[in-house]
């Protein structure tokens, strides 16, 4: 009896518990190198998060390189009348492609995919340049002010991705970098690294070697923490190094959607203010000299009031006798 019983709750935990898990995520779509999109960030709502970026990129997307056109797999009337004009080879071989591609999944323009780590997802990107359109969607949202995602914090476009180890990472940009500091081309830049779920890169000697790289390419490059003019962004997520190099990063508040709809709060103006105080200064100043003239003045008055030697009175007194 007891081995029935077991049995059962066997079969249960099987059906109910970690096997449905295991069978879920073993098929799942991960973020490998080869390929290219954006990085998006979040806060603890990954599910809520995927469909905002797809409502937001589509917008955007739809904006800038028109609608998603979805091709067709039976056929269109066109290809079907130019069939009937070719050989009956040719025509079966057409067929027979057809065939195979109905059967297999349409690549999309955006696709959802597991990023490796948590509050992170991955949306790779078919047939557009994801920088690009970041950058589109970030210049709008700054400029509007308008927000249009409450879960999403930031969106960092991938235009490349290697292995994520220094030796790997170093080959790479050497040649991915060159578009934007290789002679004549010259910037200013700053390197904005991170990494998830992964220990065996170290931050500042990744840091160092991609600026020895990047000085390499052309002496005029320089460094510039406060505005540069390019930002290398490098994100690491387990084994794979996503890498892009984006336009006014900090403008558009290191790429974060919920920042960038804020309103810009002027800096208080320290040469200004300086100059102020040092008015105050001056006047204080003035003020305290009229003062103490003022007063030796008040004092010189005084002094001609007294009898300044005491001859002219014994004088005085001589011609009364």
């Known amino acids: 009896m007891s081995a029935v019983t077991n049995d059962s709750r066997k079969r249960g935990k099987k059906r109910y518990g970690g096997g449905h898990h295991n069978k879920r995520w073993k098929g799942s779509r991960e973020l490998e190198v080869g390929m290219q999109g954006i ?9 809520k998060c995927t469909a905002e970026a797809f409502n937001l990129l589509n917008e955007y997307a739809d904006k800038l390189y028109g609608p998603e056109k979805l091709q067709d797999n039976n056929g269109s009337s ?5 069939a009937d004009e070719e050989d009956v080879d040719v025509a079966l071989k057409k067929e027979v492609a057809q065939l195979q591609a ?4 349409q690549e999309r323009r955006f696709q959802a995919l597991d990023s490796g780590a948590n509050n992170v997802i991955f949306i790779k990107t078919q047939n557009l340049e994801s ?25 960092l476009p991938v235009t490349g991705t290697c292995k994520a180890f220094q030796d790997d990472m170093v080959k790479y940009l050497t ?10 081309n010259c910037a200013t ?3 904005a690294f991170k990494a998830r779920n992964s220990s065996h890169n170290k931050r500042d000697e990744i840091i160092k070697s991609i600026a020895g790289l990047v000085g390499k390419l052309n002496p005029k490059n320089k460094v510039d923490l406060t505005n540069p003019e390019l930002t290398v962004i490098v994100e690491v997520i387990k084994a794979v190094c996503c890498i892009s190099v984006v336009k006014d990063y900090t403008l558009y508040r290191k790429y974060n959607v919920q920042e960038v709809v804020k309103e810009d709060i002027p800096k208080p103006d320290v040469t200004a203010a300086k100059t102020e105080s040092n008015t105050a200064e001056e006047k204080e100043k003035q003020d305290a000299e009229e003062t103490n003239k003022e007063e030796k003045k008040g004092e010189e008055d005084g002094d001609k009031n007294v009898p300044q030697d005491n001859n002219e009175v014994d004088k005085g007194e001589g011609d009364g006798e």
């Open 39 to 47: 990085l998006i960030t979040c806060n603890m709502n990954e599910r």
């Open 78 to 82: 066109s290809d079907e009348e130019e």
């Open 102 to 105: 109905s059967g297999a999944k």
């Open 131 to 155: 920088d690009k359109l970041v950058h589109h969607i970030l210049s709008d949202l700054h400029s509007t002010k308008k927000k249009k995602s409450r879960v999403i914090l930031r969106m």
């Open 175 to 184: 040649t991915f970098l060159e578009p934007w500091f290789k002679t004549p």
């Open 189 to 191: 830049y700053q390197i």
